[in-house]
């Protein structure tokens, strides 16, 4: 059977039939269940993977009745059937997977899965639970970095791949700008203020937080549509799946126009975001009477539209000082977030306000423990959740006392920007929770996961990670690194695949951030993706240890005659391989820009054929990741316009966000990409052009004008931006 991860068969078997005796035992043990209706969305969830397969599965939840209680699974193979009973939807389907992953059958990943069902069940028992009541998923930055351009096709599978993982507390932030503009208008705004207010598509996440405005808009009547009709579907298959998804309320941001609308209101023009560039935002002051009428308004207009909902975002001051006084801070800081929660409350009585935590973290000096106690004391304890993600950086509960109180939960950031270097820490994430749960001053925590900014690359992190709120940490890394290698590559997993794996544990999956990815405000994920600069010679290189990746790389290859070129063995070498390979190319920059530096043209011209050739052959190789690759990215965009305008603006969009950003800032190739195309037509260009100048000073003996050379490069980044070439 084929193991491709492009295009997966699924098994066609006929039932087996089962003896009476047993199928009364069976009925019988699961007397106090609920009725096989309720599970109806989880056993769809294990149809669409393995096809009539499906029909092998007894699946029944099993009433909780202690409703603070986590979540159990229980499964069994009985006379070649599959039998789980579980308290949820999404427990059921992450038994169903956990079960066809231990006997390596099956692995779900964003690149593709792999299916190879035996004919009969083998023999099987397992019993988990959870501790974490919620397991969380998705970044509000999520919204920019990968899903602009997702239909429900596409949505559809990650909700799929998220039950698969256990998730129930998914953030769910599609289609809220057709409530926003509801709203505005009843407070007389136009079709033209609020054309002049939105954002583009690709950077509504920070329009949301009041970050930003107007940034790369327009924003089509027909994407608000759009994203509105996919987001009916996306929360009525989660609501269907037992999940709680997230939603947007309202965090006090107003248009500009709504602001010059009400000169007697009491609205604060915030500073430009991140460095500057950007049009300033707009923050009502809580003790306005309409912060809270707004507010529910709000809530009940997405009511209205999308149902009733539980879980409600609302973010005050992601990375935005707040706008308080000095003599009253503590007391103006209650009053935020008091009247945040209570427009959520008032409009859905009994529901919880939800929080990003990573405020706490990047603006330490503001948040002290003082300031955070103040913000958080006069909502309720059990109606307030902090979801601290970013343990991988900051250590936020720890230094606010588990939030004092409130319930809140662990997880991490992991990717920032979709940028996609090959890198995680398995033993580090495995110590932390072992860690965690015998901690005594862990507080209120409800729920664990990861947050990140961007999807689809280093799948292991992902799939680590959420097994361990069931596992607890109990399982080694390596017994682990065994099954997964087996569900993922089959029975051809050698020693020295798992060899080569263990030096992968060592030398990339042994880092927990990425810190290169900043290096003197220059953002990137390697330093070739970063703007050109003579500073480079500065640079002590990337974490991790490239001799030992390349030591797994030469096992891989060598063992890569035993699969097939389209099957997830062949996916992961090629990003090993990429990876090594732009390391060797920062480190290539940093010695030619040095030579010519130096005015050591041979060598410098040496370097530079060097360079240009490992990029070009990196390029080319990445084309063997068909969803890694700029032209994908860039059709999605252009096919989701419903006119050349349409399109036109959503290309732009596209390129913009994974190169310039926008902003005077330090933003630029933030969500840079390790991507086909991407080395041939952007990174090497604009570092050919730097080098040439580079080159040409030392060959006239005349002084390197860096700033001359930058100007021009960002020149042609903006036409690159704005020219409608697909590459």
């Not at 066809?100 to 083998?122: F, H």
């Not at 990968?146 to 289609?175: S, V, Y």
């Not at 720890?398 to 996609?420: L, P």
């Not at 640079?539 to 797994?552: E, I, M, T, Y």
């Amino acid at each position: 059977m084929s193991e491709r991860y492009l295009v997966t068969k699924r098994s066609n078997y006929s039932l087996n039939v089962i003896p009476f005796i047993v199928m009364l035992f069976f009925l019988a043990s699961n007397a106090y269940c609920k009725n096989d209706g309720n599970s109806k969305s989880a056993l769809a969830v294990i149809e669409r993977l393995i096809g009539n397969r499906a029909n092998e599965f007894d699946v029944n939840i099993v009433e909780n009745k202690n409703q603070t209680q986590s979540d159990w699974f229980e499964v069994e193979t009985v006379a070649n059937r599959v039998k789980i009973k579980a308290t949820s939807n999404t427990a059921i389907c992450y038994a169903a997977y956990n079960f066809l992953k231990d006997i390596g059958a099956v692995l779900v990943s964003w690149e593709g899965n792999r299916i190879n069902l035996p004919k009969a069940w083998p023999k099987y028992s397992k019993k988990q639970s959870t501790p974490f009541k919620y397991r969380e998923y998705m970044n509000a930055c999520t919204f920019g970095y990968t899903t602009p351009w997702w239909d429900w096709k596409r949505w559809e599978q990650e909700i799929d791949w998220m039950a698969f993982h256990g998730i129930n507390l998914p953030t769910a932030l599609e289609g809220q700008e057709a409530v926003w503009q509801l709203l505005w208008k009843e407070y007389g705004l136009t079709d033209a203020e609020l054309q002049a207010h939105f954002a583009g598509p690709a950077f509504l996440p920070w329009q949301r937080m009041g970050n930003i405005n107007s940034l790369e808009g327009p924003l089509p009547q027909e994407w608000i549509n759009k994203k509105q009709d996919i987001q009916k579907k996306i929360i009525q298959r989660m609501r269907s799946l037992g999940m709680n998804p997230v939603v947007p309320a309202f965090s006090g941001y107003v248009p500009k126009a709504f602001a010059e609308k009400h000169p007697n209101s009491k609205i604060s023009e915030l500073k430009s975001w991140s460095g500057g560039g950007f049009e300033s935002t707009y923050l009502l002051d809580p003790k306005d009477p309409l912060f809270k009428e707004i507010g529910k308004r709000f809530i009940a207009i997405y009511t209205k539209l999308y149902g009733q909902s539980d879980f409600y975002l609302a973010d005050s001051f992601n990375e935005i000082t707040p706008p308080v006084s000095k003599e009253h801070k503590y007391e103006e800081l209650s009053e935020y977030g008091k009247s945040i929660f209570e427009a959520i409350n008032e409009a859905s009585p009994g529901s919880t306000w939800v929080m990003q935590g990573w405020l706490f973290g990047d603006n330490k000096e503001f948040w002290t423990k003082e300031a955070t106690k103040a913000f958080l004391s006069k909502v309720p304890n059990d109606k307030t959740m902090i979801q601290d993600y970013a343990n991988d950086r900051y250590k936020v509960w720890e230094n606010q006392e588990a939030f004092y109180g409130k319930q809140w939960t662990y997880g991490y950031v992991h990717n920032y920007g979709g940028s996609n270097p090959v890198y995680g820490d398995l033993n580090f994430y495995k110590n932390e929770l072992t860690s965690l749960l015998k901690n005594p001053n862990k507080g209120n925590i409800v729920g664990y996961g990861v947050m990140p900014e961007g999807l689809n690359n280093n799948s292991v992190v992902y799939e680590y990670i959420y097994d361990l709120p069931w596992n607890q940490g109990q399982v080694s890394v390596n017994d682990w690194l065994h099954q997964y290698l087996n569900a993922r590559y089959g029975k051809k997993t050698t020693a020295s695949v798992f060899q080569a794996w263990q030096l992968l544990v060592e030398s990339v999956y042994n880092i927990k951030y990425w810190e290169t990815r900043w290096w003197k405000e220059k953002a990137g994920g390697y330093f070739f993706f970063k703007g050109p600069t003579e500073k480079i010679t500065d640079f002590k290189g990337n974490p991790g240890d490239k001799q030992k990746l390349k030591q797994a790389l030469d096992i891989l290859n060598k063992e890569a005659k035993n699969f097939d070129k389209k099957s997830l063995y062949s996916y992961d070498v090629i990003d090993f391989s990429r990876h090594y390979n732009s390391l060797c190319i920062d480190d290539l920059l940093v010695e030619c820009v040095s030579a010519y530096k130096s005015k050591n043209v041979t060598k410098g011209d040496e370097l530079f054929k060097k360079i240009e050739k490992l990029a070009l052959e990196t390029d080319t190789m990445i084309y063997g990741q068909p969803f890694n690759t700029l032209n994908y990215w860039l059709k999605s965009a252009w096919n989701y316009g419903n006119s050349e305008a349409e399109s036109k603006l959503y290309l732009k969009n596209a390129k913009t966000l994974i190169t310039v950003w926008g902003g005077a800032g330090h933003l630029n190739d933030y969500a840079s990409k390790s991507w086909n195309g991407m080395y041939k037509g952007f990174y090497w260009p604009r570092w050919k052009m730097f080098l040439q100048a580079q080159r040409d000073s030392a060959v006239n003996n005349k002084p390197f004008d860096e700033l001359k050379v930058c100007e021009s490069m960002k020149k042609w980044e903006m036409q690159w931006c704005e020219s409608n070439e697909m590459f």
